[in-house]
């Protein structure tokens, strides 16, 4: 019986891979490369390249492989690129849980852990947010995660689609054994940028605010490491083997570090200056997002490794200075 893993090849799903296969599970990878990259999959992997709106092409992979659970990470993923282009949210990631929760339906599969996000939550009510806040996204990605959340709930009553929807919070960090990175292009995630200015690819770090009701200004976010991220779906797997029941939980470390808290970790852990210039607030970011992960603790008995901003920073660091140019060395040689 296999895992099939939807944008397996992304940041992420990369990761989960890896994680399934260091624990014996037999994988399956569909992603269409449009972010992901082919430099993630392994040669011995099985790969399918194609789109989730494509049900003949799910048809196949569904009947080629023994498929017993779907970890659902593909997904367009930029508040920003949300907000000026919400129908291609709606389109890839509402459009794209559709197609694919028929496709399981057709094929009797019964089980799926989703990638949601902290974006459902929108402006905190609450320090420590739990799954019992308010969820009222603030933009077009947050929204559509939201949709798909409820669409399982339903999913779930109407054909016995058995799920569990885990909210992110901020995912940084790269594989202990350097196997896999982040690389994303364009980035926007600021440790991966804070790394870039570290390897001298960038003049400088922008600190979006410095005017936010935080103890030095700027925004507060709760990092998590991908790897302890990538073992609450291997968690949640097991829970839906013995205890079918849709539900949601938060993934954080219930800390919070500022954008500068961030930038001076990232200097004792690189040694290099990381210049930093203070600019005006982008806009969507809320003040301090930071999340309450007890449920997840209680019921999934899960137990972040890396909970100390400097490790994960340091793991992130090890990859971009494997990979100045992350999975695509060749391409960009000479740049
Ligand atoms: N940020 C920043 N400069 C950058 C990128 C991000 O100051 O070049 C800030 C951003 O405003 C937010 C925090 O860093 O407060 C984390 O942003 P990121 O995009 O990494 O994740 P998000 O919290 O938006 O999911």
Not at 21 to 41: E, M, P, S, Y
Not at 61 to 80: E, M, R
Not at 106 to 129: C, I, Q
Not at 166 to 175: I, Q
């Amino acid at each position: 019986m296999a895992v099939l893993v939807t944008g397996g090849a992304g940041y992420i799903g990369s990761h989960a891979v890896l994680a399934l296969k260091r624990k014996g599970f037999d994988t399956v990878i569909v992603d269409n490369l449009q972010t992901g990259h082919g430099g993630a999959v392994s040669s011995d992997d099985h790969f399918y390249k194609g789109s989730l709106h494509d049900g003949e092409f799910l048809d196949q992979v569904f009947t080629n492989h023994k498929i017993d659970a779907v970890i659902h990470f593909a997904a367009s993923s930029l508040v920003g690129e949300s907000v000026q282009n919400p129908l291609k949210y709606y389109e890839n990631n509402v459009g794209g849980a559709i197609s694919l929760l028929q496709a399981m339906e057709r094929h009797g599969v019964k089980k799926l852990v989703f990638s949601s996000t902290a974006a459902t939550y929108g402006e905190p009510e609450s320090d420590l947010l739990t799954e019992e806040d308010t969820v009222s996204p603030t933009n077009p990605y947050g929204e559509t995660k939201l949709a798909v959340e409820k669409m399982l709930k339903w999913s779930s009553e109407a054909y016995g689609i058995h799920s569990i929807a885990l909210r992110y919070f901020n995912v940084a960090g790269a594989d202990p054994e350097g196997l896999r990175g982040e690389d994303h292009d364009p980035e926007t995630h600021l440790i991966p940028i804070i790394l870039q200015v570290a390897l001298g690819q960038r003049d400088h770090i922008s600190i979006f605010g410095t005017d936010y009701a935080t103890p030095d200004g700027t925004c507060i976010r709760d990092y998590i490491h991908v790897s302890d991220l990538v073992d609450a779906h291997l968690l949640a797997l097991e829970k839906l083997e013995s205890d079918p029941e849709t539900t949601v939980f938060n993934l954080g470390n219930g800390q919070g570090f500022s954008v500068k808290e961030v930038i001076d970790t990232a200097r004792k852990v690189t040694g290099h200056d990381i210049p930093a210039k203070e600019e005006a607030r982008r806009a969507g970011d809320p003040a301090k997002l930071v999340a309450s992960a007890e449920k997840a603790r209680i019921i999934l008995k899960w137990n972040p490794v890396y909970t100390n901003l400097h490790d994960i920073i340091e793991s992130a660091w090890k990859w971009h200075e494997a990979h100045p140019h992350g999975y695509d060395q060749e391409t960009r040689k000479g740049d």
